[in-house]
């Protein structure tokens, strides 16, 4: 399966589309602008700047959005208007970089170092209440953060590490019992985002693999969807049946008239429906 181009290369490092009805559409970041970026209805594209970083993103209940900017947390009104929480470390080597929301409404966003120290990253978790709390640490390029159709499971990347890992998940213990899923060999590229469909299938995105490879509930690779750009950085599923995979790209590091599409959207008919997006509560 091959998936097509829908942008033009708007994005430097296009990380963590997102759809939601709420917001009529699907959004994504340009993470190292600061930017989020909006695609209209005629396939143009809208951006807007939140912060020198714009790691992360997803609708909250009442409206707006939770983000994750470069060292903490930020909430959008409705109207637009951003109310940023403050900064939860003073390191200028770390920054925010990917998340998601678990079924019981709350914001996880984790970190790591500009310069990929391991062991410098750190997965915290905001609450409705507003309160922050640290979920890991140790990690060193936290990514991939999503929920099993049951929300009994949960898949995670620690790039680095070169595999997929699941947790056990509730409301009260949270995150326990890591543990691999699927191994991914260096010559596929590294996992970084990933998404969960319906059938509880889990979508990879491979940097440096120009691909995202779908893996059962069991663990068995039985679907790949290759991109023409070779820096994919996430996935999620959208359109009104939620029914087709859209996949962000980064040219980040690369040189110029290399790589021609890095930074574009692409899309693919994968032939089964994704989940709802889980929102924020707060």
């Known amino acids: 399966m091959r998936a097509e181009q829908i942008t033009e290369p708007v994005a430097y490092h296009g990380e963590g589309p997102v759809w939601s009805e709420r917001w009529g559409g699907l959004q994504w970041v340009d993470m190292l602008a600061g930017d989020i970026l909006s695609l209209l209805p005629g396939g143009a594209v809208t951006r807007r700047h939140v912060g020198t970083v714009a790691a992360a993103l997803r609708p909250r209940r009442q409206g707006g959005a939770v983000i994750?900017?470069?060292?903490?947390?930020?909430?959008?009104?409705?109207?637009?208007?951003?109310?940023y929480l403050g900064d939860l470390w003073s390191d200028e080597r770390i920054r925010m970089n990917e998340g998601g929301c678990d079924p019981d409404g709350r914001f996880y966003c984790g970190t790591m170092a500009r310069d990929r120290e391991p062991g410098a990253g750190t997965l915290y978790r905001l609450d409705p209440d507003a309160t922050v709390h640290v979920v890991l640490e140790g990690l060193t390029i936290s990514?991939?953060?999503?929920?099993?159709?049951?929300g009994a499971h949960a898949y995670f990347n620690d790039t680095p590490t070169g595999r997929t890992d699941v947790f056990d998940y509730d409301t009260v213990s949270g995150l326990t019992h890591r543990r691999p899923f699927v191994e991914i060999p260096p010559e596929a590229g590294r996992p970084d985002g990933l998404t969960v469909d319906a059938d509880g299938g889990v979508w990879v995105a491979l940097a440096g693999g120009g691909a995202v490879h779908r893996y059962t509930s069991a663990g068995v690779l039985d679907e790949v969807v290759e991109v023409p750009a070779s820096k994919v950085t996430a996935c999620t599923f959208g359109g009104r049946g939620l029914?087709?995979?859209?996949?962000?790209?980064?040219?980040?590091?690369?040189?110029?008239?290399?790589?021609?599409?890095?930074?574009?959207?692409?899309?693919?008919?994968?032939?089964?429906?994704?989940?709802?997006?889980?929102?924020?509560a707060g």
């Open 68 to 83: 994750g900017v470069e060292r903490g947390f930020a909430l959008e009104d409705p109207d637009g208007t951003l109310t």
């Open 143 to 150: 990514n991939g953060l999503e929920w099993s159709p049951d």
């Open 243 to 280: 029914d087709r995979l859209f996949i962000t790209t980064s040219r980040e590091n690369i040189e110029p008239g290399n790589d021609p599409l890095a930074g574009a959207l692409f899309s693919a008919a994968v032939g089964i429906a994704g989940l709802p997006v889980r929102e924020f």
